[in-house]
């Protein structure tokens, strides 16, 4: 890999490391603040508004200007909404902004990808990126958990500087000023990513020419043959695992009792599993095998159900890392075979654009219905094996689709798996 590869890597996980941090921390706000359960899991959906409003433009921003500037601006916005959050607006309107900035990140981080590295070394880079992607995951929700609990947050809390007083009284609110620095840190890396020399497609003076350009990618990888296979499963799967890192939250207090600090555990705990599989992942599977990891996804469905009998720590941990392992090796393929087909459709920024805005529609749409069923007196148990039952339903109907495009247009497939194949050699 290149050097500067690794300058990406870095960058993301600091800022993802605080973006998942952050989420726990105004969760615990919302819970101490008084506010109703159907609020805290608003915040996924909350997070994800900006991606799908903003989709037909992130992605020709990202392609505008150097994708290293592009990713530092985008932390200053989440520097924004952590202040936000930490001075008075609501949690709820605050994340929606650090959900701005991490609309306009994402295009640059993933498109960076296809930028600097061949064709051949993208399933390995997403590997790279998922796998780190899982552990600031992992890292950022237990970070986040013990800043709020009683140990950190009483050292926070003590803590003063002479004569400033920001006004913090909450655990929540000193675990949220102490995650700025870490975005600060993001975005030294950020200021470090080198120039791909790719050339640059500047933004058109009036931004509502954009829409049209926007549906009209969208259009062509929904036609793709293997592009609307991998963006229906990728979509699925963030919407799932989007909402479900608020659900075991929830389920880890209904089946077991657990405390905000205690669940974050649980969350990583899924989240390890999943950098496992994307590991693994991009250890064995080559680009043009990518639809063969379909299967996994009506199993990973069927065993997001079985939740709803384990009640014991010792059952919990190993059943949550391997549901994550399912998960971490199904998109790590699928995610590379669409950015692939997408950079040769319509360039990598708005490819990613794309992506993000059917993954996080799917993700606002769950999320939306959760939130709305939790408030209407659904249980995290029901909300369990609703999304159990739409994850295997939905992946048996896309690998359904896959065979019959396999069946009535065998040549067009067979043409673009020779480009994949001939791309990765």
């Given amino acids: 890999m290149k050097r500067g590869f690794y300058t990406i890597m870095s960058a993301q996980f600091f800022s993802s490391l605080a973006d998942n941090a952050l989420f726990v921390a105004a969760v615990e706000l919302l819970r101490t603040s008084g506010a109703p359960e159907w609020q805290r899991a608003a915040l996924v959906p909350m997070f994800a508004l900006f991606y799908v409003v903003l989709a037909p433009f992130v992605g020709a ?22 202040l936000m959050m930490l001075f008075g607006h609501h949690p709820l309107l605050a994340y929606a902004v650090v959900g701005l900035g991490a609309a306009a990140y994402s295009p640059a981080k993933y498109g960076i990808l296809t930028e600097l590295l061949p064709p051949s070394q993208l399933v390995r880079a997403n590997g790279w990126i998922e796998g780190l992607t899982i552990a600031s995951i992992i890292l950022g929700v237990l970070l986040g958990g013990q800043l709020v609990g009683p140990h950190l947050s009483g050292v926070l809390l003590d803590f003063d500087m002479p004569g400033v007083d920001l006004g913090i009284e909450l655990p929540a609110q000193a675990a949220i000023l102490s995650l700025v620095p870490i975005y600060a840190l993001a975005a030294w890396f950020n200021l470090r990513i080198p120039r791909t020399g790719v050339e640059l497609r500047p933004m058109p003076g009036n931004p509502l020419e954009l829409l049209p350009d926007f549906w009209s990618c969208n259009n062509r990888l929904w036609q793709d043959k293997l592009g609307q296979i991998s963006l229906a499963t990728t979509t699925l799967f963030w919407g799932v695992s989007g909402n479900l890192r608020y659900i075991v939250l929830a389920w880890s207090a209904a089946a077991l009792g657990y405390s905000t600090t205690q669940a974050s555990a649980l969350v990583g705990v899924v989240a390890i599993g999943t950098a496992a599989g994307a590991v693994l992942a991009s250890v064995r599977m080559r680009l043009e095998g990518a639809t063969k990891v379909i299967p996994l996804g009506i199993c990973m469905g069927l065993l997001v159900i079985l939740m709803n009998v384990i009640d014991k720590l010792w059952m919990a941990v190993p059943f949550l890392i391997i549901l994550g392992g399912l998960g971490g090796f199904l998109v790590v ?24 805005f059917n993954e996080q529609a799917c993700i606002l749409a769950l999320g939306a219905f959760y939130s709305l069923s939790t408030k209407f007196g659904l249980s995290a148990f029901g909300a369990i094996t609703v999304f159990g039952i739409v994850v295997a339903g939905t992946m048996w109907l896309i690998g359904r689709w896959h065979r019959r495009n396999c069946s009535r247009h065998p040549d067009e497939l067979r043409r673009l798996m020779d480009i994949a194949r001939r791309d990765c050699h």
């Fill in 61 to 82: 921003f990202a392609d505008s200007m150097p994708k290293g500037k592009v990713m530092f601006i985008s932390n200053a916005i989440k520097v924004v909404g952590c």
């Fill in 333 to 356: 393929p699928m995610n590379a075979l669409l950015q692939h087909r997408g950079a040769n459709l319509m360039g990598s920024g708005r490819s990613i654009a794309v992506q993000n």
